[in-house]
């Protein structure tokens, strides 16, 4: 069973900071990895897939890396801002289509 | 495309009563999966559908709980004899069968049991 751990737990930053999110996973045959978005209150946004013959993946100010030997996923957010304040949680698929999640990272970007 | 949406938002309810959550996907796309996340934690898998039929079911999933997708498209998640631990948010997702299959999710169903 694919075992998903996210560190830190929490992270607090001064607005403009550079973001780094660390995401684990113990079974390094993953198929894809997928990093989300979560509100609270709220459902989840997808914020990037990285597909296992890539090594990273891009979009705006986010990139996420993809170490399938050593199991390890990165989420870099460039120049923070308030609005980036959420839960971002990262998901390998297993098999191509179940998710197994880590527990999350909850981010405050302080203004 | 209006994205994966869920109905209803909030259930609060006795326990002991049964309870019903609608989930409309991406209307394209084939496969739809159902989540559960309890407070501070990450979702935990469910059930998934292709299509119409069930492929796979959690352990999670005891015998209170059942999921349909009659035709394909929209589906349902029911819990019978609802117990205090059944409290969380529902989530639905759904996807494209493909290379990438990015899941798309819905924003959820809470629900309290009390």
């Known amino acids: 069973k694919q075992e998903v751990t996210q560190i830190p737990a929490a992270l607090s930053v001064p607005e403009g900071e550079n973001l780094v999110l660390n995401c684990s996973f113990t079974d390094s045959a993953i198929y894809n990895l997928q990093w989300f978005r979560q509100d609270p209150g709220k459902g989840l946004t997808s914020l990037l897939l990285?597909?296992?013959?890539?090594r990273e993946q891009t979009s705006g100010r986010l990139n996420a890396s993809l170490d399938k030997s050593s199991g390890r996923s990165t989420l870099y957010i460039a120049a923070s801002q308030p609005g980036d304040s959420a839960t971002y949680l990262c998901a390998g698929h297993e098999t191509g289509y179940k998710l197994s999640f880590g527990a999350g990272t909850t981010v405050t970007v302080r203004a | 495309d209006t994205g994966v949406s869920q109905d209803p938002r909030h259930k609060i309810t006795k326990r002991g009563q049964n309870v019903t959550f609608r989930c409309d996907p991406i209307s394209e796309h084939n496969r739809l999966y159902w989540y559960r996340q309890t407070l501070g934690q990450g979702p935990e898998f469910l059930t998934y559908?292709?299509?119409?039929?069930?492929?796979?079911k959690s352990r999670l999933l005891s015998d209170r709980f059942s999921a349909e997708r009659p035709k394909g498209s929209f589906s349902t998640l029911e819990i019978q004899r609802t117990e205090q631990g059944d409290s969380a948010m529902y989530l639905c997702?759904?996807?494209?069968?493909?290379?990438?299959?990015?899941?798309?999710f819905g924003p959820g169903t809470r629900l309290l049991v009390l």
């Open positions: 997702a759904s996807s494209l069968s493909g290379n990438q299959e990015t899941q798309y």
């Open positions: 990285i597909q296992s013959s890539q």
């Open positions: 559908f292709q299509n119409e039929a069930q492929l796979e």
